[in-house]
């Protein structure tokens, strides 16, 4: 069974860079689209991203683009999410997830909560 | 960006019986392969989302048959033929044919 895990700071500064990493566990890293979504505190979801398991060509959000880099490191089977610049907009549970090449999700984390505050 | 569309976006229903729910997107989502990029996913109390559908109607594994999906082009519809308590959450559309990845709303299903 795949079991993805996501790491990192629960609470990060304004203007500071939030930094994530996802766990992939019982399953190969090969072959699959390591996606990034968040979902603000009673909201919806909102597709931040993903990058393929050989690290070249992310796909970003255009709203996000200017802030945000992917990177995946295979030898530890794991992927990393970097926003820059951050503000109280970007408080949200941040899932990883691994998605198809029809671009569907089908595992995700847990999620971790980030709150960005002072 | 695609706009995706649900409704209703609260949906009470009484536990053994159907409902449905509808999602529409602001574009076709038929791909030049002939596929239709559309997923559904269920998020219940507390967890994070769950595959139930993916090209709109192939089940994802685990999915219990009394969920069943479908649509074509722009229109949409993931029915649930029983309620069951356990089928309480959020319930998702997401679109997957064009970049950025859009989701719907979401639509809460609850127990009258």
């Known amino acids: 069974q795949v079991q993805l895990q996501e790491s990192g700071p629960g609470l990060v500064k304004p203007s500071e860079t939030l930094s994530l990493t996802c766990t992939v566990s019982g399953g190969s890293i090969n072959n699959h ?32 683009k200017s802030r945000l880099t992917m990177s995946v490191d295979t030898s530890k089977t794991q992927f990393s999410l ?10 949200a549970v941040y899932y990883c997830a691994r998605g198809h090449g029809a671009g569907y999700l089908d595992y995700w984390g847990q999620g971790t909560l980030v709150t960005v505050s002072s | 960006d695609i706009v995706m569309t649900q409704t209703p976006l609260s949906s009470p229903v009484t536990l053994g019986q159907p409902a449905s729910i509808s999602c529409r ?39 219990p048959d009394r969920f069943s999906a479908s649509g074509a082009g722009t229109d949409f519809t993931l029915e649930i033929r029983r309620v069951e308590a356990e089928d ?19 639509t809460k299903l609850e127990i009258k």
Do not use: H
């Open chain 1, 82 to 91: 970097k926003l820059s610049s951050v503000t109280a907009a970007d408080t």
């Open chain 1, 33 to 64: 689209y390591w996606s990034w979504i968040r979902q603000p505190p009673g909201k919806g979801l909102e597709w931040i991203g993903y990058i393929f398991n050989d690290g070249g060509s992310p796909k970003y959000n255009p709203s996000l």
């Open chain 2, 88 to 106: 309480v959450g959020v319930y998702y559309c997401m679109q997957s044919i064009q970049f950025p990845r859009t989701f719907g709303q979401g």
């Open chain 2, 25 to 63: 997107s602001s574009q076709s989502l038929v791909y030049s392969d002939g596929n239709t990029y559309l997923s559904w996913l269920q998020q219940r109390p507390g967890q994070p989302p769950r595959l139930l559908f993916y090209k709109t109607s192939n089940r994802f594994s685990g999915v």
